[in-house]
């Protein structure tokens, strides 16, 4: 179409970089999600709320690494803190102060964490946390979401299983408390966890209906299971977690993205009985090794980030400017009579091209995905960064003006768009 091809004749310096990595990087890629035909812009660098491409063209980022780069790029707190930690030496093969000091933190603001061990991904955090329902049940078997992501091999999007794990997988549909909890009672083998995100993140920024989490969770705890809820991308969404807002209680929770400050970090915990299987002093404990789990740079960083950058008050007033960039994009949407609107939770959204309200994955999978190209594209030519699925992320550097030059920007897109409905 059009925008693609304009976009391709703007980027060449992207394209070329793209044939140069593939010769050696499947698909020049490393990371699926970052694909986009017709070759995804490379990034040459970033400042604060700015980023800019190969091709020296400049891109407010309201992607903001899918909502891990909540910080911003280079955020002179958050880099003098890695400065520090490089210069006391980065691999010290032993545990540290800063490993506890993060705990510490992240319990502080999260309570529910009675214990909690930490990763480099949240894809990992998910596998350990499953792991971790496995030992103390005794159960393989695990509820998951059809449309849902925990992580590359932990994806159940589109409907398609991912079986590269050996879990027994069984598959509820997400907001549908009575085919749910069919399928959940019709099970022949006994469940050890429901695995569900609050909002369903990659699947679209679809929230969770309050009582069909909390249904699940009754569920769980009715029948031995481990209720385990995935926040890694929604614990940024409330002080202390989506999960005290919709006041859930999880057995287990998982987190990671910002908490890291930008360095790699996957979290898990919960109830303390059952970390416990995680104590190296107890015989036959559960082993969980890894590196990097500690490294001094994620820690550091996590811990500043999250006590002087993100802090409490950061966190409300990031996620009020998310509701109301929400609102101003769904006027827009309206004023235009276009069939597409946003869904999402504060500072999170996701655009659906088609009319209100989509709350269920299925409904995404009918989308008119070329309306949602002609977005993505006509942000980009206007010079803004976003997700081809439609995902905005906000980040702490973005300011009210950049909302407004956003709102601008996507109004202008439906305007030129106007003729195809
Ligand atoms: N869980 C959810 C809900 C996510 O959104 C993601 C990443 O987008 C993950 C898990 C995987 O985290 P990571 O990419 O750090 O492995």
């Known amino acids: 179409d059009a ?53 020296g063209h400049e891109y407010r980022d309201f992607l903001g690494e899918f909502t891990a780069g909540i910080y911003g790029h280079s955020h ?13 030496g980065m691999n010290l093969s032993s545990q540290t102060r800063g490993e506890a000091e993060l705990a510490r933190i992240i319990t502080d603001r999260f309570p529910f964490f009675q214990s909690l061990r930490f990763t480099n991904s949240g894809t990992e955090a998910n596998i350990m946390a499953l792991i971790a329902a496995r030992h103390f049940t005794g159960r393989s078997r695990v509820m998951v979401f059809s449309g849902a992501y925990h992580g590359g091999p932990l994806s159940f999007g589109g409907g398609a299983s991912a079986t590269n794990l050996p879990f027994d997988f069984i598959y509820g549909r997400y907001n549908d408390t009575v ?38 969770q009754q569920w769980a705890h009715a029948n031995g299971a481990l209720f385990i809820l995935d926040e890694v991308m929604t614990s940024r ?45 107890v015989a036959g404990a559960v082993p969980h090794a890894g590196t990097f789990n500690n490294n001094v740079m994620t820690m550091q960083a996590g811990a500043v980030g999250l006590t002087q950058v993100f802090t409490e008050e950061a966190c409300q007033s990031l996620n009020a400017q998310g509701e109301r960039l929400r609102a ?64 905005i992320a906000l980040n702490l550097c973005l ?21 195809l409905w």
């Open 76 to 88: 002179p707190v958050l880099a003098d803190a890695l400065h520090g930690a490089i210069k006391g």
């Open 237 to 281: 969404l409330h002080p202390h977690g989506l999960q005290s807002a919709l006041g859930l209680s999880p057995d287990l929770t998982v987190m990671g993205k910002y908490l890291g400050g930008g360095m790699p970090i996957g979290v898990f915990g919960g109830r303390a009985d059952i970390m416990a299987r995680f104590d190296p002093r």
């Open 179 to 216: 085919a749910t909890l069919t399928t959940l009672d019709a099970s022949d083998a006994p469940v050890a966890a429901i695995l569900v995100e609050g909002m369903l993140g990659a699947g679209g920024c679809i929230p969770g209906d309050p009582a069909f989490l909390s249904e699940l």
């Open 328 to 391: 101003r994009l769904n006027t827009v949407c309206t004023a235009r009579g276009a069939p597409a609107h946003y869904t999402g939770i504060g500072s999170i959204m996701n655009l659906q091209c088609q009319p209100p309200h989509v709350t269920r994955p299925e409904q995404v999978a009918r989308e008119n995905a070329e309306m949602k190209d002609m977005v993505f594209f006509g942000l980009i030519e206007r010079g803004f960064y976003t997700a081809r699925r439609g995902l």
């Open 3 to 55: 925008a693609a091809d304009r976009f391709a004749t703007a980027n060449p310096e992207s394209a070329a970089q793209l044939a140069h990595a593939a010769e050696i990087l499947p698909g020049g890629n490393t990371r699926s999600v970052l694909y986009y035909p017709p070759f995804p812009l490379v990034m040459a660098s970033g400042m604060g709320a700015r980023l800019c491409d190969l091709d």
């Open 399 to 419: 300011s009210e003006g950049d909302c407004d030059d956003l709102v601008a920007a996507f109004d202008d897109i439906l305007a030129e768009m106007a003729h």
